[in-house]
């Protein structure tokens, strides 16, 4: 089993920064790719994707704005998030999409406000 656990929400102002992180433990090995999902009342939706060879993926709302990046020897995936916007507001959760059985891990979401 993978357990993934996010740490660094919080509130910042319009326009400023923020980094969250993400630990994986577990079976890592079964690992394929991990992300970042957001999700706001009667909202849910993907932010950015890393796969294992480094590869990233991003949503067109935050496309040159925020960052994904992977530490392997940490087990740590981050999202660094700049130019921060009032929309970004959401509980942020980090994902696993895992070779094996049950195919999917998440964590239980950082919460992240940016206020106007």
């Known amino acids: 089993q993978v357990q993934l656990v996010e740490s660094g929400g919080g509130l910042v102002q319009a326009g400023g920064s923020l980094r969250v992180s993400c630990v994986a433990s577990?079976?890592?090995?079964?690992?394929?790719?991990m992300g970042w999902y957001r999700q706001a009342p009667g909202k849910r939706e993907l932010v950015a994707i890393i796969?294992?060879?480094?590869?990233?993926n991003y949503a067109d709302s935050v496309k040159g704005r925020f960052t994904i990046s992977r530490d392997n020897a940490k087990n740590t995936v981050y999202l660094a998030m700049n130019s921060l916007k009032p929309e970004d507001t959401a509980v942020y959760y980090c994902h696993a999409s895992l070779r094996t059985s049950p195919y999917n891990a998440w964590g239980q979401g950082t919460q992240v406000t940016v206020s106007s």
């Open positions: 577990g079976s890592i090995f079964s690992i394929n790719a």
């Open positions: 796969t294992s060879s480094g590869s990233t």
